[in-house]
């Protein structure tokens, strides 16, 4: 039975001995910043969506609202068409994170744990994806999109968001499945489970923090792509939250600076929350996890 | 078991349908642009074959060395700064907040879904001058440094620092989160017996928990290399490559090159060659790393 | 080589097509009946609120009205993304009907001489309506496309200086007809802790406009073709001269602090909020004067000066700097006798619907001008009227590499961290290569 730092927060000893090294003075005072350094950036952002649009260049940055200009959040709602494009993000984030963790965990299996010729060429071939600068292929996909039918169609995002997050995937995955220890599909083998089953019953479980870690990678890789889905939907209906705040953009590059921080506000407190909420999950499957390894 | 782990059929169940969408959404395209490379026009005009020209042209090209010196120098120090206040941030989390870490967790892990948009305009707004002074010079004026009041941004080592400071800002409680992970998976065990030793504090840190969390700190050194060579939105919101060209990476002047000056043949090649460049700093670490673990 | 490219897209797209079951561009046969509904996409680098987006919605409207069925669509692209877009659809044979020229006059001629963009000159007249165009409009789209016309002038406009009544009242300045006449107004403003000019060193061209002004007052209006034929050098001492000119304003300190940073609107913002005196800018600018809530200190407040003359110089203030803004074009590949129709329909109506709206003045003839126009918009018809001899700007007949290279470095010219001479160099380097 190995026990995790985690288990340890509940031993006082262990506790009072780390504390009085680490000083308690110093490091409260550097938590205190770094919650202010975080924190007010949100205030901001709050005060900001709530400015008229002459505010921003006629007062300063921290300067408090003259009023609260509730009308940007209308406009973001309306003009920004916010819900829409936020329902988007969520149609093309996750079918492609849920791709990317099947493929990219089979991958991962196949190359570390199975035999065969040609493997390890097949992963240098996937990691010197990782290197490939997305703008170098830009124009090579819109060509094959388009002769398939799939520009102006979220499936073009799922597709490329999948592939361009496979090479650090699979890498990922292969990595972990290198922690996997042999004795445990030997056992499994000896059991007379098949490959199939082993896989499925045995090594998927011992690779859940490698699940958890990718699709955390992942989401915010894809979450805040603007280039692709600039690139393949122009259809004002399929944008994603990204690319719907350009709604407020001009045609010299004037921003309306109000709705696009309101817009900001309703996508960012929304995912604010989901992450609290997921965090509490995804934090206890790790240290449950870990425990178990 | 051996015999079990060789099965074909199973082979190409688990590896063929990633490497089928990956060669053709990925590979294809790589192989078609490279092809690029050997030629000049674009899409519209159409391309005329120019042989090596381009890639002679790159040798002599002093933008294409100006960005890819500038590329260079912020991927180290943003993936210095990144990992290495993650790092930190890790750290502190697992011992010093411990529980109660969740909520700065989640407040230093937030800038991330921020879009880089107003990320940006924040940035511009603390730095700038005019129309109203920003927070920072605002800040110099106040505490009598007022001569120092200046355009931040419009200088060229102002601007390449606040974009690596906004980018360390940014990313920093996600590499965090991704240590702590690792953090958390080191089994108690070791460190008892280690303290059992005497070590404790900075010593056990660096003695123990670094080595043991080595490989999740290799995968986030390649994965920030990789993030911050190929940096694209954050220049384009914050600074547009400016002033002048002092902060255009290679991934912006690609970009320029291939659509708004017309010239694809010629942006493919700088692509190219920003790809080799990766290629070779992720080996070169990946090598390391590896003769690392080993020992 | 290309064979062979083509042959892997071939495969690939299909397998793609296959794997996604896409169902391709269905081609149709619509269009095909000249008195039957038409449907018009236009990319556009503005927003469906916007001014040329609302007008041919406005016409789109009417025209439905005999022609039940027909739509337009206003598809939003960033001006920063426009040249990206135009290339991709354009190498898929996929623009819309009506898309905006790319952002260079020297990629607008390539989308002609391509045969992507309709030749309009030889159109409008198969279609009677050539005289609809106001022959100014057409005079500056020729000189910016290699003498074809290809593109629809949406807007018309002069630029020059535009300046605060009140300050230079208060100030006892009177307006400037002479560039040293300008540069002692500035002082004066200066000496009074007023900012002189604002300027946007993001943008870059607000201020190579003035360098480009600044060109033909000295050297004469064809000083910059001359440049482009390659018959004069950027280098050359008097170019350079201009350059120490717009300099030297900078160096005094006439742009304020923080000019590189500056963007668009906030630049526009400091005029407008009584912050500074003048404000060099086109006449698309004047609906942003007319608007109340930009505008703090008074449509009647704003003044309007002819770029000055410079003594001595080859050049005149009555040569007005001209454009049509970012014009628009009509795709070839999806030209039908129906998108005729319209183009028919909009060539007539445009002019009037426009200023009727918007208060636009657009390179179309308006049949029966609006009695009500603002002050500035019918000042803005005078000078355009009055123009014999318009010029283009600094940038216009460069390749877009200068251009970038130009407008980029815009800034330092300015602020002194580039000499006038490497700035010249620098965009002379571009245009050779």
Known sequence: ?293 | MEKLLRDRRAILFFIGPALTVYTLVMLVPIIWSAGYTFFEGNALSGFSWTGLDNYSKLFSDDAFWQSAGMTFKYAAVVTVGQVGAGLILSLMYIFYLRKASSLVRTLVFFPVVLPTVAVAQMFVKMFQVSPQEGLFNATLSGVGLGSHVQDWLGTPSGAFWILVIMDIWRSMGFYAVLLYAGLVDIPEDILESARLDGASGFTLTRRIVLPLLTPILVSSIIFSINGTLKVFDSVLALTKGGPGDATTPLTLYMYNTAFSYGDYGYGSTIAMALTLLSLAVTLVIFRASRKDVRK | MRSKFAAIAVAASLLAAAACGGTGKGGSDAGQDASGPVNVEFLSVQQATDNWPTVLSDLMTGYSKDHPGSALKNTFVAQTDLDQKLQLLGAQNALPVLFNAPNTPAAQTEMGQTGKAVDLEAKLTELGVIDKVSPAAISVVKQLQGGKFYALPFELNVEGIWFNKKIFADNAITEPRTWDELTAAATTLQGKGIQPFAASGVEGWPITRLLGDYIFRLLGPDALKKVADGQAKLTDPQYVQAAQAIADLGSKGFFGKGVTTLEYQPAEDLFLQGKAGMFYMGSWAVGDFNDPKKNKIGADNIGYIPFPAVTGGAGNAEQTPMNVGLPTMVSAKAYTPAVGEWLKYLATNYGGTALTKRGLISGFKAATPPADLSETTKLVQTRIDGTKEPVLWFEALFSAKATSVSQKNAARLVTGSMSPQDFMSKVQDALAG
């Open chain 1, 1 to 293: 039975m190995t026990a995790t730092i985690s288990t340890v927060h509940r031993k006082p000893k262990s506790r009072t001995r780390f504390v009085r090294k680490l000083g308690h003075v110093p490091v409260r005072l550097a938590v205190a910043l770094l919650v202010i350094v975080e924190l007010a950036p949100l205030v901001w952002l709050g005060i900001s969506s709530l400015k008229a649009e002459d505010e921003f260049s006629s007062r300063p940055m921290w300067a408090l609202p003259r009023g609260f200009h509730w009308q940007n959040y209308v406009d973001a709602w309306t003009t920004g068409n916010m819900s829409v494009y936020f329902r988007n993000s969520i149609l093309a984030t996750f079918p492609a994170l849920a791709l990317i963790i099947v493929l990219s965990v089979m991958a991962g299996f196949a190359l570390e744990v199975l035999r065969w010729k040609g493997r390890e060429g097949v992963l240098l071939l996937f990691l010197a994806g990782v290197m490939v600068p997305l703008q170098m292929v830009l124009l090579p996909l819109f060509t094959i999109y388009f002769q398939a039918g799939l520009i102006n169609n979220l499936w073009s995002l799922i597709i490329t968001y999948t592939v361009f997050g496979l090479p650090l995937s699979v890498f990922l995955m292969a990595g972990y499945f290198k922690a996997v220890p042999r004795e445990v599909l030997e056992a499994a083998a000896i059991d007379g489970a098949g490959l199939y089953r082993t896989f499925w019953s045995v090594v998927l479980p011992t690779v859940r923090n490698a699940v958890v870690t990718v699709s955390l990678v992942q989401f915010f890789f894809i979450w805040n792509d603007l280039l692709l889905s600039l690139t393949f939907i122009s259809d004002d209906n399929l944008r994603t939250v990204q690319s719907g705040l350009l709604n407020f953009v001009g045609q010299y590059g004037q921003r309306q600076w109000g709705p696009t921080f309101a817009s900001v506000c309703m996508a960012v407190f929304p995912t604010l929350l989901i992450y609290l909420v997921l965090n509490q999950k995804v934090m206890k499957g790790l240290t449950a996890g870990s425990v178990k390894g």
